[in-house]
């Protein structure tokens, strides 16, 4: 039995549309991949990484997990900047979060969800040391919606202090790392302005 029918058509039509504009793309793109953006992002369905910022296969790099969280010792997560980096010389990483954030909802909720309580308990630190701010804001949904910018402010910290981005940076290797945010309301981006490219940009960051 052939499962999911429905799928398997749908990547035949792409393909043959693909190949229709340009009969070589999969032969040159199987040859190499040659990204210049390292993406990481939300898991979350409505937060298409190429699709947002119009990118065909082979222009993003890209990492997604739950909340768009940059772990010092998450493997998976190390390795991917790591070769983006030193192998791909990827020369811009975008951390990119959204508003409505069903991750951050979450962890600010006190309640049980399980196992990715795990994962959330680093969003509660960063509710934590950003509570005063937070409590200034009176309707639940801006806390939520600041809270999802904040993260993305403290995950862009978290690539900077990689070993991988530290030593690209010593080396006088082009590295940028930006802090977006996605509306999946209106579909749209928005720079929250936390872009650093060196050492000295990262510790400006820290010291807010
Ligand atoms: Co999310």
């Not at 398997?8 to 190949?19: K, L, P, T």
């Not at 080396?171 to 996605?182: E, K, N, V």
Request: hydrophobic share 40%.
């Amino acid at each position: 039995m052939k499962v999911l029918p429905q799928l398997f058509e749908n990547n035949r039509r792409w393909a043959a549309d693909i190949v229709r504009a340009d009969p070589a793309f999969f032969e040159n793109l199987a040859r190499q991949q040659a990204p210049e953006y390292l993406w990481i992002g939300c898991s979350d369905s409505r937060v298409p990484a190429n699709a947002i910022v119009g990118l065909p296969p082979g222009e993003l790099f890209v990492h997604r997990n739950v909340a768009n969280l940059v772990i010092h010792t998450d493997m998976n997560c190390l390795s991917v900047v790591q070769f983006a980096v030193e192998v791909l010389k990827i020369e811009h990483v975008i951390v990119c979060g959204h508003y409505g954030c069903g991750g951050i909802r979450a962890a600010m909720e006190n309640r049980s969800h399980g196992l990715i309580d795990n994962w959330l308990r680093h969003i509660r630190d960063i509710q934590r040391k950003r509570m005063d701010e937070l409590t200034r804001i009176a309707d639940e949904g801006g806390r939520l919606d600041r809270l999802c910018e904040l993260n993305v402010v403290e995950q862009v910290a978290n690539v900077g202090n990689m070993t991988a981005v530290q030593e690209a940076w010593q080396q006088g290797q082009p590295l940028t790392i930006h802090g977006w945010i996605y509306g999946i309301s209106n579909g749209r981006l928005k720079d929250l302005g936390v872009c650093v490219s060196s050492a000295a940009e990262l510790r400006m960051l820290e010291d807010g």
